[in-house]
């Protein structure tokens, strides 16, 4: 399918040729067909001859409705321009053409209508001349009259080479569908219809609507009047949504692609035809079907920058590259603008405002990874895809540096690779008798949740830096022990030498002046093994113990082998349930243990 919306003047004849080419009326309210004047927006499609589908938005022409014409054409890739051959180039053809450039619309048909009551000529060499000055130049012209249908099959034709001429959707993308209208259904519930610009939805699917962050579930879908398991962009379409009132969803409301999108009050632009220290404070922000006021922030102090800061009323799910359309109702006054940067940063120092316009004085509204990322330091590849700059099925850029989800920019890769071995050096001097910096304490040193990022710094210390049992410190480093505590030590590594299990008694331990912190610093530096209880034995221990315990015979008690290692019940519970949890041995029952087989 493709969608068009049409523009042009109040009582130009737009609705009256959709309605000619579709056979659909496109003036759904009563009031609409009594005062014989499009109120609100209409919908309506047909099959041309070479079998393409093309579905029509008709919006208001009248001045008062601006804002509803804005609702219509903002989700829309092409557009069909009405102008009256009688009455010629109007003042809201003007403004309806403004609003189109501002949006950046390049795909657009221009068509003269009433030719049964004037010669076109004219009106089409005009109107080409106006257009011309826009982003709309080059447009094909069609002239018709909907009365007597001349010409309505050079448009079919003039609209089959327009559809053939826009850009192929993406389908396979997150999904963004403005409300445009939202209704009750008896025996269905709530119903929200839009132009589904890209992406693809399907019953049942989990979606959130914005701005209240309301998770949805697709009861069903509709499009050109026909039920359906899923429709793709570029298409109208109706969504049935289960559990939502619909005093709880209006025009501007969004549905997305949970946690794709970033939901921001506070975005940085570039206008396009004015300069933001003209504008008045307070304006609209019109994009997709949605209006939200906001206040435009000057950057460059008067220095005639054309960038500026939005902050929005409302959240809004947007991405760099949009174009939207910034407006002061109660005036013509209004620009078009492109979204530059969806999660700015905070400005609060004296200056910040005008670093920021220079930081912005070449951004076009095409993301660059490697500025965002530099930005950042460090992000993640969900947050990079759900802040549009980088989706998530490109590849990151071979500059980064890759850790997991997270990309990491290069200096402050080295950066964190140099306060990681400082703050390893600290923690030796205050803490000597640990065996190295806790990684979760490496984590919060660069600022990171995720343990992987100090992982990967290690091992790309080229092993200035080892990692082990949780904890990161030199290679080689041992515990800081005093000359007592190590020669102490050395006794007790002497005797486990002579004999394995030859455990010493805690008073033994304590009158050497080894407390439970020595103690722990040489287990994990490998010295000795220490066990429940302070039980305290050479490394060796466990596996010259189960080689012993083998010439047993199979399953036997503690006892049994108790008296076969020649050691006592305060060492042998607490050896066995080592032995066990290496699976050197193995429970048979309550009081039995058999070694395992090798």
Request: some cysteine; aromatic content about 2%.
């Amino acid at each position: 399918m493709h969608v068009f919306a049409t523009a042009g003047h109040v009582d130009h004849g737009k609705s009256t040729l959709v309605r000619a080419l579709t056979g659909i009326e496109p003036d759904r309210l009563t009031e609409e067909r009594r005062r014989g004047m499009t109120l609100d927006l209409g919908f309506a499609w047909t099959t041309l001859p070479g079998g393409e589908t093309v579905a029509f938005v008709d919006v208001p022409g009248h001045e008062r409705f601006v804002a509803t014409m804005l609702a219509g054409v903002g989700p829309v890739p092409g557009v069909v321009v009405v102008v009256a051959a009688d009455e010629g180039w109007s003042a809201q053809t003007s403004e309806h053409v403004e609003v189109l450039d501002s949006l950046g619309v390049r795909h657009a048909l221009l068509v003269v209508t009433r030719t049964d009551l004037a010669d076109p000529a004219p009106v089409l060499s005009h109107a080409g001349e106006r257009l011309a000055r826009t982003s709309l130049a080059g447009a094909e012209a069609v002239a018709v009259s909907a009365v007597t249908g001349a010409g309505l099959d050079e448009l079919r034709a003039a609209l089959a080479r327009l559809a053939a001429g826009l850009p192929e959707p993406v389908v396979d993308g997150r999904l963004r569908l403005f409300v445009d209208r939202a209704f009750t259904v008896r025996g269905s519930g709530t119903v929200v219809t839009g132009t589904l610009r890209a992406g693809t939805i399907r019953t049942n699917d989990r979606l959130v609507l914005a701005p209240a962050g309301t998770e949805v579930r697709v009861r069903g879908l509709e499009s050109m009047g026909t039920r359906h398991d899923e429709v793709s962009a570029v298409a109208r379409v109706a969504v049935n949504l289960r559990g939502l009132p619909v005093e709880d969803v209006h025009r501007g409301h969004v549905l997305v692609t949970p946690e794709r999108w970033v939901l921001t009050d506070t975005v940085d632009v570039r206008l396009l035809s004015l300069d933001p220290a003209d504008l008045p404070g307070d304006l609209m922000l019109h994009i997709g079907s949605a209006a939200v006021p906001c206040r435009v922030r000057p950057f460059g102090g008067g220095l005639g920058t054309d960038s500026a800061r939005l902050s929005l009323a409302s959240p809004l799910p947007l991405e760099p590259g949009d174009r939207a359309v910034l407006r002061e109702p109660s005036s013509r006054l209004a620009t078009g603008l492109v979204v530059l940067d969806v999660d700015p940063p905070v400005l609060t120092r004296r200056g910040a405002a005008l670093n920021r316009a220079i930081e912005l004085e070449g951004a076009t509204g095409l993301p660059d990874v490697l500025a965002e990322v530099a930005r950042r330091g460090s992000v993640t590849r969900a947050r990079l895809a759900a802040l549009g700059v980088l989706p998530a099925t490109d590849p990151a850029p071979a500059e980064l540096v890759v850790v997991g989800d997270h990309l990491v920019d290069p200096s402050t890769w080295q950066r964190w690779g140099k306060e990681l071995a400082a703050a390893v050096d600290e923690h030796r001097v205050a803490a000597p008798l640990e065996p190295g910096l806790p990684a979760k304490a490496a984590a919060q040193v660069i600022g990171a949740a995720d343990l992987r990022l100090v992982e990967a710094l290690v091992r790309d210390s080229a092993g200035a830096l080892v990692s082990s049992g949780g904890r990161i410190t030199r290679p080689g480093a041992a515990p800081g022990f005093s000359n007592a505590a190590r020669r102490a030590l050395d006794e007790v590594r002497r005797r486990l030498a002579a004999n394995p299990l030859d455990a010493p008694s805690v008073p033994e331990l304590t009158e050497a002046g080894l407390t439970r912190e020595i103690l722990a610093a040489a287990a994990a530096a490998g010295m000795v093994l220490r066990l429940r209880g302070e039980v305290i034995l050479d490394p060796s221990a466990p596996r010259a113990a189960a080689a012993a315990l083998a010439d047993l015979a199979q399953p036997f008690t503690l006892s049994d082998a108790r008296q076969a290692l020649g050691t006592t019940r305060r060492v042998a519970v607490p050896l066995f349930e080592h032995l066990d949890s290496l699976g050197l041995t193995v429970r048979v029952d309550a009081n039995l243990r058999r070694v395992a087989p090798r």
